[in-house]
Nanobody
């Protein structure tokens, strides 16, 4: 079992920045990647960004050039630096970690950008 705990969400004005963090604990040796999804109200979760153990990154087209994913392996932490935030980025952001035939999820952190 992998436990994921996100932090860093909150209210930010349009054009502002936020940095989300997600700390993994437990059976972290099974993790093959870490990343972020987001869920808009009434919608399914959608992929935001992934960073594999080999260092490969994958971004949703909608966030390329705006969001940056990074990891600190010594701290078992993945980050999502979000810049130039707009109201359409308002969502619950979930950390996820696939591996060993399953996917573990964090509890989610709310990001709100008022219009």
């Amino acid at each position: 079992q992998v436990q994921l705990v996100e932090s860093g969400g909150g209210l930010v004005q349009p054009g502002g920045s936020l940095k989300l963090s997600c700390v993994a604990s437990g059976s972290i040796g099974s993790i093959v990647a870490m990343g972020w999804y987001r869920q808009f109200p009434g919608k399914q979760r959608e992929l935001v960004a992934t960073l594999s153990n080999m260092g490969y990154t994958n971004y949703a087209d909608s966030v390329k050039g705006q969001f940056t994913i990074s990891r600190d392996n010594a701290k078992n932490t993945v980050y999502l630096q979000m810049s130039r935030l707009e109201p359409e980025d308002t969502a619950v952001y979930y950390c996820y970690a696939p591996g060993a035939g399953k996917v573990d999820w964090g509890q989610g952190t709310q990001v709100t950008v008022p219009s």
